[in-house]
């Protein structure tokens, strides 16, 4: 079963200095938090913050392209987590025609905030976050879901979270 999630926001992980992407569901019980790179990160930064960059980024070329083809997106699915690396799929529909097109999750959802398409993350992955080893073997406590306790923690990780802290990754 799919559960629908929206973009709580994005956050720095204080230990790689990476920029990590929260996903949470509508009902605000579980999030998931996804590190995603640099120019993914400044790409969904843009359509949060409403940053108008003058000239098409990747991401609005790719959405461009889809639409003058014919084609809508219809949704974004995260559906595998395998060896600490997410799996995603956009769902098009061109024409009456169906097409599934494999993507790294962070493309996909950039452009499904610029598309207005919802985001659905496949529950056997959810509960797979909590259980994926990190490189010593040990739990990935923090990649995996949060759950209502869990919530003030990150709440504050994201408080102090400073809009200067994306500042370094604009091109």
């Known amino acids: 079963m799919y559960i629908e999630m929206v973009v709580g926001g994005l956050t720095i992980d204080p230990l790689t200095n990476s920029p990590v992407l929260i996903l949470r569901d509508l009902k605000g019980e579980r999030t998931l938090p996804i590190w995603i790179g640099v ?38 699915e995260i559906c595998d987590l395998r060896d600490n ?51 010593e073997g040990s739990s990935k406590e923090t990649a995996g879901i949060v759950t209502t306790s869990d919530k003030e923690k990150l709440k504050e990780i994201l408080e102090e979270l400073n809009p200067e802290d994306f500042g370094k990754y604009k091109m």
């Open 39 to 76: 120019l993914e990160a400044t790409s969904i930064a843009t359509v949060l913050e409403k940053i108008d960059v003058g000239r098409p980024m990747t991401h609005d070329l790719l959405k461009t392209i889809v639409n003058d083809l014919g084609a809508r997106i219809l949704r974004v």
């Open 85 to 135: 690396t997410y799996y995603a799929l956009l769902h098009l529909d061109q024409n009456g025609r169906c097409l599934q097109i494999d993507s790294r999750p962070s493309d996909a959802i950039a452009i499904a905030l610029r598309s207005g398409a919802p985001i659905f993350v496949l529950e056997e992955v959810l509960e797979k976050s909590k259980k994926e080893p990190d490189i």
